[in-house]
T-cell receptor
Framework: GAGVSQTPSNKVTEKGKYVELRCDPI?????LYWYRQSLGQGPEFLIY????????DSGLPNDRFFAVRPEGSVSTLKIQRTERGDSAVYLC?????????????FGSGTRLTVV | TQLLEQSPQFLSIQEGENLTVYCNSS?????LQWYRQEPGEGPVLLVT?????EVKKLKRLTFQFGDARKDSSLHITAAQPGDTGLYLC??????????FGAGTILRVKS
């Protein structure tokens, strides 16, 4: 597609439930990133994929968070046993390999609210 | 992880005024980028600076990368209401990961 697509745009879930957030990157972008943004803050790095593999998952806060990108395109961020503190906007971005020249293209995000 | 500090956190000015936003770190970045974000949307790339001392202009916006590649500034001349938004700086660590500052909220009143 022309841009990065994220679904759903909004998700409300109960504490303790499992959620999946989907990201469809720009066609041809091999690198895919997940960030989390809390109100009034800049995006916080979660995980980065180069192709199908997670090249850097150092930003995942704990083992309740997991992400996959099985075919090197669409990625799913999975959160188990959600907590109220997980409420935030989850942003996905994609880029050509060399981020320094071209930067990221972000999706509009998924606003997750845990009640 | 390297940290980026942005200042000011919030800026409210009248249309036609000039302003500067600063982004500082104690660490060196391979490149630095500026993004603008509007409510309900993802950040949109404005510019990438790579070389120490580099200056780039985008219409009324001027971006500068410090000589040591640790800091950057964004200067807006004759601000307009359409410039209102959240401005984010982001440093590229070696590799592909970007580290973002907390952002500067700019409000331009007409």
């Amino acid at each position: 597609g022309a841009g990065v697509s994220q679904t759903p745009s909004n998700k409300v879930t109960e504490k303790g439930k499992y959620v999946e957030l989907r990201c469809d990157p720009i066609s041809g972008h091999t690198a895919l990133y997940w960030y989390r943004q809390s109100l009034g803050q800049g995006p916080e790095f979660l995980i980065y994929f180069q192709g199908t593999g997670a090249a850097d998952d150092s930003g995942l806060p704990n083992d309740r968070f997991f992400a996959v990108r099985p075919e090197g395109s669409v990625s799913t961020l999975k959160i188990q046993r959600t907590e109220r503190g997980d409420s935030a906007v989850y942003l996905c971005a994609s880029s050509l390999t060399v981020v320094g020249d071209y930067g990221y293209t972000f999706g509009s995000g998924t606003r997750l609210t845990v009640v | 992880t390297q940290l980026l500090e942005q200042s000011p956190q919030f800026l409210s000015i009248q249309e036609g005024e000039n302003l500067t936003v600063y982004c500082n770190s104690s660490s060196v970045f391979s490149s630095l980028q500026w993004y603008r974000q509007e409510p309900g949307e993802g950040p949109v790339l404005l510019v990438t600076v790579v070389t120490g001392g580099e200056v780039k202009k985008l219409k009324r916006l001027t971006f500068q990368f410090g000589d040591a590649r640790k800091d950057s500034s964004l200067h807006i001349t004759a601000a307009q209401p359409g410039d209102t938004g959240l401005y984010l700086c982001a440093g590229a660590e070696y590799g592909n990961k970007l580290v973002f500052g907390a952002g500067t909220i700019l409000r331009v009143k007409s």
